[in-house]
């Protein structure tokens, strides 16, 4: 039976990567959240072992791409669960984690590109255009500060839209490109076409372009504030905890 976890019983939650953009509004929304206590804030430099130690049951995770998949791992083996909002999952990522998580039943961890409910309808409604167009691109926008390109949530987009399109037998149409300067039409994901801006003053921006004859459909979705995650990094961290194995986006935790 599912206990209800209240103020008086709260999900003990560790942050990873807790003094940076994201994590610190992380700590900010937990130690507002009733139903949570924060228990360990572990920042480069810092005790891995504090999240452990303070007996956290989930760890949330903004860090960088090139050392999430050992903080995974350290949750793993110390049975913590993980939400994690890192970018940089390709498929081989995704395998490895869960491979880790198949001798521990009991265990889940999240895993999604983006926590703003937006950008996920933005990313079910990109998934149910796919099969209607056989033209597709999508334009990326985000601060300079960001480290990888394209962004994890332009990647699982451009994954969504290629596999609507295998399931529908629609083939991507080709373009007339017969030369290009490197990078002018943008990177290759699958099927489709990604385009990443990086520019002071953004924060998180997409734009799913479908093309037919005669008509074109723009899927947009833009976050100005951190604070627009947060609803959906509480639901993570909530839900992961009856939810065993691999959880891939938030759109898993949904209805939609
Ligand atoms: P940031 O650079 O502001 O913060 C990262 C923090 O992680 C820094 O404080 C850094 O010192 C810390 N860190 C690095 N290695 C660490 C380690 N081994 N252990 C503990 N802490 C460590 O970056 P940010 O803007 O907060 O973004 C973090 C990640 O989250 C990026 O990959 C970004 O793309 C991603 N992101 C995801 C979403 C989403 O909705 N999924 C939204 C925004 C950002």
Redesign the pocket.
């Known amino acids: 039976m599912t206990v209800a976890r209240t103020e008086d019983n709260p999900i003990r939650v560790g942050v ?8 610190a509004e992380v700590c900010r929304a937990v130690e507002a959240a009733e139903d949570m206590e924060i228990v360990a804030m ?3 430099g ?1 005790w ?1 072992f504090d999240l452990a130690d303070a007996g956290a049951e989930v760890v949330v995770d ?7 998949l ?2 995974i791992r350290f949750c793993v083996d110390h049975d913590i669960r993980c939400v994690v ?4 999952f390709d498929l081989a990522k995704l395998d490895t984690v869960r491979q880790w998580l198949e001798p521990k039943p009991e265990l889940g961890v999240l895993v ?5 409910l937006g ?1 996920v309808l933005a990313m079910r409604f990109a998934q149910m255009a796919a099969r209607y167009y056989a033209s597709a691109e999508i334009v990326e926008l ?2 300079d ?4 390109a394209p ?3 332009a990647t699982h987009t451009a994954r969504l839209i290629t596999a609507a399109r295998a399931e529908a037998g629609v083939d991507p149409k080709p373009d007339a490109t017969t030369s290009e300067v490197e990078g002018a039409r943008g990177a290759r994901l699958g099927d489709v076409r990604v385009h990443s801006v990086r520019l002071p003053g953004l924060v ?1 921006h997409q734009e799913v372009l479908f093309g037919g004859d005669g008509e074109t459909l723009s899927i947009r979705h833009d ?1 100005f504030d ?1 604070k627009g ?1 947060m609803p ?2 509480l639901l993570g961290v909530r839900s992961i905890l009856n939810r065993p194995g691999l959880v891939v986006g938030l759109e898993s935790l949904l209805d939609v």
Do not use: E, I, Y
Not at 62 to 68: I, L, S, Y
Not at 85 to 88: E, M
Not at 145 to 148: F, G, P, Y
């Open positions: 990873l990567g807790a003094r940076g953009r994201m994590g572990v920042d480069t810092d891995m903004f860090t960088h791409p090139d050392v999430v050992d903080n909002g890192t970018s940089g999604a590109p983006n926590f703003a950008a985000h601060h500060r960001k480290a990888d962004s994890g949530t998180a976050s951190r995650f959906g990094v």
